[in-house]
């Protein structure tokens, strides 16, 4: 029953979208062209932006109550 | 997990095949375009869904319960898509957000949940299992031995090849003797 999401979050994490650290290499492109993808750009990196929002946001929740 | 046993489905009560077809074009919610077409619309609708305290209350329990959160969301998705306020696309698109907005509930809560990222069950075990009980059976009743590495396949199609046929063949394709 769940194999659909797992596929989804396996295949969002494998992208890349979700690391911090990738944001700045996937720049690079043709001739150094490429501009990072923005929210909006792609549906896919659009939910990877807010899921990075909600992890941040949980982040600070268990900071907050420990 | 809870399962379904076989001998509790009622048979005579399931769908006809193409019982689907029969109902006017259009008239179910998902035969006609979605409410939400973009994958923001789609998230916002789920923010609003979970701020409803109601919803929330009821997610935190299943999930206290054990259901895992992959589970959950795929439920919740393939519903909206069945009322018809999402495409199934855009549902796997926002899996990922639903799941971590879960997460987020869940933690305000306090409560332990899983998430369902692990694959299922290897079975291979099990099969092995059932294939050893299997030979024995097989010895028991033939009083053979099976040399161990030598599958019942290999040894049915090899008996196969070696018996002759008493009578000749008599296939469609067989050349009679002149």
Same mark, same amino acid.
Request: aromatic share 4%; hydrophobic share 35%; net charge negative.
């Given at each position: 029953?769940?194999?659909?999401?797992?596929?989804?979050?396996?295949?969002?994490?494998?992208?890349?979208?979700?690391?911090?650290?990738?944001?700045?290499?996937?720049?690079?492109?043709?001739?150094?062209?490429?501009?990072?993808?923005?929210?909006?750009?792609?549906?896919?990196?659009?939910?990877?932006?807010?899921?990075?929002?909600?992890?941040?946001?949980?982040?600070?929740?268990?900071?907050?109550?420990? | 997990?809870? @399962?379904?046993?076989?001998? @509790?489905?009622?048979?005579?009560? $399931?769908?006809?095949?193409? *019982?689907?077809?029969?109902? =006017?074009?259009?008239?179910?919610?998902?035969? #006609?375009?979605?409410?939400?077409?973009?994958?923001? /619309?789609?998230?916002?609708?789920?923010?609003? #869904?979970?701020?409803?305290?109601?919803?929330?209350?009821?997610?935190?329990?299943?999930?206290?319960?054990?259901?895992? !959160?992959?589970?959950?969301?795929?439920? !919740?998705?393939? +519903?909206?898509?069945?009322?018809?306020?999402?495409? &199934? /696309?855009?549902?796997?698109?926002? &899996?990922?957000? &639903?799941?971590?907005?879960? =997460?987020?509930? $869940? /933690?305000? +809560?306090?409560? #332990?949940?899983? !998430?369902?990222?692990? %694959?299922?069950?290897?079975?291979?075990?099990?099969?092995? !299992?059932? +294939?050893? #009980?299997?030979?024995?059976?097989?010895?028991?009743?033939?009083?053979?031995? &099976?040399?161990?590495? *030598?599958?019942? %396949?290999? =040894? /049915? @199609?090899?008996? $196969?090849?070696? $018996?002759?046929?008493?009578?000749?063949?008599?296939?469609?394709?067989?050349?009679?003797?002149?």
């Amino acid at each position: 029953m769940s194999k659909m999401a797992r596929m989804a979050i396996n295949n969002l994490n494998k992208s890349g979208l979700l690391d911090d650290a990738t944001a700045t290499s996937t720049a690079k492109g043709f001739m150094g062209n490429k501009k990072p993808k923005a929210v909006g750009d792609d549906p896919t990196s659009t939910v990877a932006h807010f899921v990075k929002l909600l992890r941040k946001q949980r982040k600070e929740l268990s900071n907050a109550n420990s | 997990m809870p @399962t379904v046993s076989p001998s @509790t489905v009622d048979k005579f009560n $399931a769908p006809i095949p193409g *019982e689907s077809l029969t109902s =006017e074009q259009g008239s179910r919610p998902w035969q #006609k375009p979605p409410q939400f077409s973009k994958v923001e /619309d789609v998230m916002n609708y789920y923010v609003d #869904k979970m701020s409803d305290p109601k919803l929330s209350g009821n997610a935190v329990s299943i999930m206290e319960s054990g259901v895992p !959160l992959t589970m959950l969301s795929e439920t !919740l998705m393939t +519903a909206n898509v069945m009322e018809g306020v999402h495409t &199934i /696309d855009v549902g796997i698109l926002v &899996i990922p957000f &639903i799941v971590e907005m879960l =997460e987020y509930l $869940a /933690d305000e +809560a306090g409560v #332990k949940y899983e !998430l369902g990222l692990e %694959e299922e069950e290897d079975n291979s075990v099990v099969d092995s !299992l059932a +294939a050893k #009980k299997a030979f024995e059976r097989f010895e028991q009743e033939t009083g053979r031995e &099976i040399p161990e590495g *030598e599958s019942l %396949e290999q =040894e /049915d @199609t090899g008996e $196969a090849e070696e $018996a002759p046929s008493p009578e000749g063949s008599k296939g469609l394709m067989s050349r009679g003797v002149m």
